[in-house]
């Protein structure tokens, strides 16, 4: 079982910036972070190819967010810029266990981490 660990949440004001880190304890392929914001269901936000060179992105973050990831220290970041009050989430880390194309589907994300917090202030 692999575990994840999410960090690099916080608060910020709206504008700013945060980076996300999502620490894994064993190999994984495919990898994403998707979002729960207060009273709504979770969704899908970016997600990354175990090669790095796939990358997909929700339209609501394309072109703020950068997700990206560093197969030596087995570990996903999200680089989060231009930051609106609608960002305002529990982030999640997820990871699959098999080599496959990058998906948006939580179904086929076998590992899930705990969550950070992510509060943008108006």
């Known amino acids: 079982q692999v575990q994840l660990v999410e960090s690099g949440g916080g608060l910020v004001q709206a504008g700013g910036s945060l980076r996300l880190s999502c620490a894994a304890s064993?190999?994984?392929?495919?990898m994403g972070w998707f979002r729960r914001a207060p009273g709504r269901e979770r969704e899908f936000v970016a997600a990354?190819?175990?090669?790095?060179?796939?990358?997909f992105y929700a339209d609501s973050v394309k072109g703020r967010f950068t997700i990206s990831r560093d197969n030596a220290k087995i570990t996903v970041y999200l680089q989060m810029n231009s930051l609106k009050p609608e960002d305002t989430a529990i982030y999640y880390c997820?990871?699959?266990?098999?080599?496959?194309?990058?998906?948006?589907?939580?179904?086929?994300?076998?590992?899930w981490g705990q969550g950070t917090q992510v509060t943008v202030s108006s």
């Open positions: 064993g190999l994984t392929y495919g």
């Open positions: 990354i190819s175990w090669s790095a060179d796939d990358t």
């Open positions: 997820a990871a699959r266990s098999k080599l496959g194309f990058i998906s948006v589907r939580e179904s086929l994300y076998d590992y």
